[in-house]
């Protein structure tokens, strides 16, 4: 099984609207954390957000938040007031184990719209 | 800045020829993965050092090799390189505990040609 989905290839979203792109991961470990990267044209690969699994409240970081729904084990990212610069691939990330081991999604290529 | 540094950025070269990529984590952090991403594969994890130990390998072919140093600094060793081993390669670092990020490098763009 995948640790990690994201089953949004491709997100279209107008300038100033908010967007929600899914993240669904499988684990069994009790204790993991679910991260959210940033991937845009020029290549780098920016951590955006990160949310641990004891964590009570979700995780907000500017215009990013991420819906933690833990027993449907799922991590949305939603992303606020869209941005031309928001335009880039997105990917859904786990740790688990200790040492870590890192899993990632796909990804989501999101296209902000003037 | 991530704190990751990579080099070289660009790398071209041409099949059968062997390489060195070479990563400096973040100060601090044990762990060292490197990922290797072209366009119709995705990120693809490699291989993961803790501690100048091997702790996870994925999907990492048999021509490349890594090590991580005691200074834990890495290198990713690709051998008979085809076409198709042109990629974006990143390392990443972490601190190796529970509660870490992982930190990406700027990666290396790999031309085999």
């Known amino acids: 099984a995948q640790k990690i989905t994201q089953t949004q290839p491709g997100m279209f979203v107008q300038e100033k609207e908010a967007v929600t792109l899914d993240c669904t991961y499988d684990?069994?470990?009790?204790?993991?954390?679910l991260f959210w990267y940033k991937q845009p044209s020029s290549g780098e690969m920016i951590f955006l957000i990160y949310?641990?699994?004891?964590?009570?409240q979700n995780a907000t970081e500017g215009r990013y938040s991420l819906n933690f729904q833990k027993a449907r084990k799922s991590a949305n990212l939603v992303i606020s007031a869209s941005q031309l610069g928001d335009s880039a691939m997105y990917f859904c990330?786990?740790?688990?184990?200790?040492?870590?081991?890192?899993?990632f999604g796909t990804g989501t290529s999101l296209t902000v719209i003037p | 800045d991530s704190g990751v540094t990579q080099t070289p950025k660009h790398l071209i070269t041409a099949t059968g020829q062997r390489v060195t990529l070479r990563c400096s984590p973040r100060?601090?952090?044990?762990?060292v993965y490197w990922y290797q991403q072209s366009l119709d594969q995705g990120l693809q994890f490699l291989i993961q050092?803790?501690?100048?130990?091997?702790?996870a390998k994925g999907n990492i072919l048999e021509r490349f090799s890594a090590q991580q140093f005691p200074d834990l600094h890495s290198e990713l060793n690709l051998s008979s390189l085809e076409l198709g081993d042109s990629a974006l390669y990143f390392c990443?670092?972490?601190?190796?505990?529970?509660?870490?990020?992982?930190?990406f490098g700027p990666g290396t763009r790999l031309t085999v040609l």
């Open positions: 990443a670092s972490s601190g190796g505990h529970l509660t870490d990020t992982q930190y």
């Open positions: 684990t069994s470990d009790p204790s993991y954390g």
């Open positions: 949310q641990g699994s004891y964590d009570q």
């Open positions: 990330a786990m740790r688990e184990g200790n040492p870590s081991q890192f899993y």
């Open positions: 100060s601090g952090d044990l762990s």
């Open positions: 050092y803790y501690n100048g130990e091997e702790r």
